[in-house]
T-cell receptor, first 114, second 109 residues
Framework: DTEVTQTPKHLVMGMTNKKSLKCEQH?????MYWYKQKAKKPPELMFV???????INESVPSRFSPECPNSSLLNLHLHALQPEDSALYLC?????????????FGPGTRLTVL | DAKTTQPNSMESNEEEPVHLPCNHS???????IHWYRQLPSQGPEYVIH???SNVNNRMASLAIAEDRKSSTLILHRATLRDAAVYYC??????????FGTGTRLKVLA
């Protein structure tokens, strides 16, 4: 099974709401990633977890809060977002985050902030 | 961080070979070159990767210039299902995926 699943597929939220995005993989991968992708742009790395510890935070605003409860799950908690945060949020995983690893991406959650 | 440059778009006829170029003039000696593609409404998917030598797999071939400042992804026989955005990515250090701007490939029937 080489699937990364993401829920929900679509999310609409107001600027005062709190919501969470969920990502799951069962490939035994120890590195998990959150990316943000605006329309017609490449994905931009937000966070990396390695062995359930936050390894990289690419200067992401604190209104985005990642969490890795176990090696198969990755959450992204959202609070007080701005309309410019509307984008496709992609989750990915890889074996250990090495330069030869293949990253497996989920289909993404399309977020709209009103 | 090293960057990649790709043409915005390319067209190909079905069942003909496609050569997708990527420039990465600031690549360092230990950076790996990966290619991913993103079909409409999907997450990116792995195509191929290499370091110095040319590489082949069931999906494509990767030709890397001797000085490593450029590379070319080769699809041997394009099909309609190959229409996608192709990203050339340098893996610079652990975890650091630096996506290029991508080439939108259109395949004509």
């Amino acid at each position: 099974d080489t699937e990364v699943t993401q829920t929900p597929k679509h999310l609409v939220m107001g600027m005062t709401n709190k919501k969470s995005l969920k990502c799951e993989q069962h490939m035994g991968h120890r590195a998990m990633y959150w990316y943000k992708q605006k329309a017609k742009k490449p994905p931009e790395l937000m966070f990396v977890y390695s062995y359930e510890k936050l390894s990289i935070n690419e200067s992401v605003p604190s209104r985005f809060s990642p969490e890795c409860p176990n090696s198969s799950l990755l959450n992204l908690h959202l609070h007080a977002l701005q309309p410019e945060d509307s984008a496709l949020y992609l989750c990915a995983s890889s074996q250990e985050g090495q330069r030869t690893d293949t990253q497996y991406f989920g289909p993404g959650t399309r977020l709209t902030v009103l | 961080d090293a960057k990649t440059t790709q043409p915005n778009s390319m067209e190909s006829n079905e069942e003909e070979p496609v050569h997708l170029p990527c420039n990465h003039s600031t690549i360092s000696g230990t950076d790996y070159i990966h290619w991913y593609r993103q079909l409409p409404s999907q997450g990116p998917e792995y195509v191929i990767h290499g370091l110095t030598s040319n590489v082949n797999n069931r999906m494509a071939s990767l030709a890397i210039a001797e000085d490593r400042k450029s590379s070319t992804l080769i699809l041997h026989r394009a099909t309609l299902r190959d229409a996608a955005v192709y990203y050339c990515i340098l893996i610079s250090g652990t975890y650091k995926y630096i996506f290029g701007t991508g080439t939108r490939l259109k395949v004509l029937a």
